[in-house]
């Protein structure tokens, strides 16, 4: 591990893993436990130090003398404690949109690192808007969606985009991740943002503006290429489909609203290094021949009868219900049995084809995403791209290739083809 320069001064702790006790914070102190190099200082934190500290005896033996640090998110003194005392903070305390931005700011405003895995478009903007200028004056790199969502799109788009320039092959057009396969549970956490989200969209205009705009991540909205209103290539697919790019009959993909986001602010902060032709979106990809065809509208009908059905009280009433509680989420088998694979195909502006393929070990959500928040966290330590400022970040814009290659370790697959044009 390399340490830290005389802009980085040395903390305390390498690598805070604040909310240990929960259900995704357990599972990343796991992986550091397991995987972190000896020389790398990690504590655990939370605002029980009684339930941080069973986390803790449950760990490998190299665990034990972790530190257990105290803070709750809703006391800004301790958050400010606890940002002084680390070189990164990785936080899985959500809802993000309720909970997230204090930690955001003291991050910001002591140039520490941060990493979450939200999925909460809004509060993203939300941080962008009130830390990232902040962030860029101390050098605090925040990063967000360091998880399932979404760093296989984020690093996938940025594989594709330097192979097509390494070629010469002119640079990124019409790009169609889809999602071909995957297998997972849920959790209680990530059910309470969703509702949290349909609250506040349900409430404010202007956020259900920012959730429909395909630019709402843009570092500078003006900026981008200008595009049609209705151009569908730049819309989130809540119909089904042929797509003649991926050669697959298509249906909404429900992540598509939060990482075609990441992606294009990606572009944009890297100077639109992937190109300002770039149309991007996701969808589930399914079978070739037509008889798929109904499946792909039936997908489409049950996913916006469920959005529909979550913004009516009697029937959220059941599906809360039906769901998990904060706190729970997939047994250990499905975590490990989980995986996902995903295609991120391109027509370049030149006109050659190539494809990306993406795949994940572990439940997505929990088991990969895991692995994913706990090798951005070690790779933010001496591996994140040298000539990047800080502010409100990417994982493609922060990590970019060496997170690639740390993933890759770790059984995950990034393989990108050319393809007969």
């Not at 995987?35 to 449950?58: N, Q």
């Not at 959500?94 to 991050?107: E, F, I, M, S, T």
């Not at 944009?268 to 589930?284: C, I, K, M, P």
């Not at 494809?355 to 995403?369: F, H, I, L, N, S």
């Amino acid at each position: 591990m390399a340490a830290p320069g005389p802009d980085r001064p040395a903390r305390e702790h390498d690598v805070v893993v604040f909310g240990a006790s929960g259900f995704v914070g357990r599972l990343v102190a796991a992986h550091l436990a397991d995987h972190a190099p000896d020389d790398v200082r990690v504590a655990l934190a939370g605002r029980s130090p009684g339930r941080v500290e069973d986390v803790r005896a449950a760990l490998p033996a190299r665990a034990r003398d972790w530190p257990v640090v105290v803070a709750d998110s809703g006391d800004e003194a301790s958050l400010a404690a606890l940002a002084a005392s680390a070189r990164v903070v990785v936080t899985t305390v959500g809802p993000y949109d309720v909970r997230g931005l204090p930690l955001v700011a003291a991050c910001a405003a002591a140039g520490t690192d941060y990493l979450d895995l939200t999925g909460e478009l809004l509060f993203v903007r939300d941080s962008i808007d009130g830390w990232h200028d902040t962030a860029r004056a101390s050098g605090a790199r925040i990063v967000h969606a360091a998880g399932f969502d979404s760093e296989p799109s984020d690093l996938g788009v940025l594989l594709l985009a330097e192979a097509v320039r390494a070629d010469g092959a002119g640079t990124l057009g019409r790009t169609v991740l889809g999602v071909t396969g995957a297998r997972g549970g849920v959790s209680g956490g990530t059910v309470a943002t969703l509702w949290g989200q349909l609250d506040r969209t349900g409430r404010d205009a202007a956020a259900a503006r920012t959730v429909a705009d395909p630019y709402a991540l843009s570092p500078d909205r003006d900026a981008e290429p200008d595009r049609e209103p209705g151009a569908a290539d730049e819309r989130d697919g809540w119909g089904a489909g042929w797509d003649p790019l991926l050669g697959r009959w298509v249906a909404p993909f429900v992540m598509a609203g939060v990482n075609s986001r990441v992606v294009r602010r990606s572009n944009a902060l890297s100077g639109w290094s992937y190109g300002r032709d770039l149309r991007y979106r996701e969808v589930v990809a399914l079978g070739r021949n037509p008889l798929w065809a109904p499946a792909a509208a039936g997908l489409s009908v049950g996913i916006a009868g469920l959005m529909l059905g979550a913004r009516i009280r009697p029937v959220r009433a059941v599906m809360q219900r039906l769901t998990p509680s904060p706190g729970d989420g997939p047994s250990e088998q499905t975590r490990r049995n989980g995986w996902f694979r995903i295609e991120v195909h391109t027509r370049t502006t030149a006109g050659a084809h190539y494809r990306c393929d993406v795949r994940g070990v572990g439940d997505p959500g929990y088991q990969a995403t895991s692995v994913m928040l706990g090798q951005s966290a070690l790779a933010l330590l001496d591996e994140a791209q040298p000539d990047v400022a800080g502010g409100v970040l990417t994982p493609a814009a922060a990590i970019g290739r060496p997170l690639v290659e740390r993933l890759r370790a770790q059984g995950f697959t990034f393989a990108v083809t050319r393809l007969p044009d």
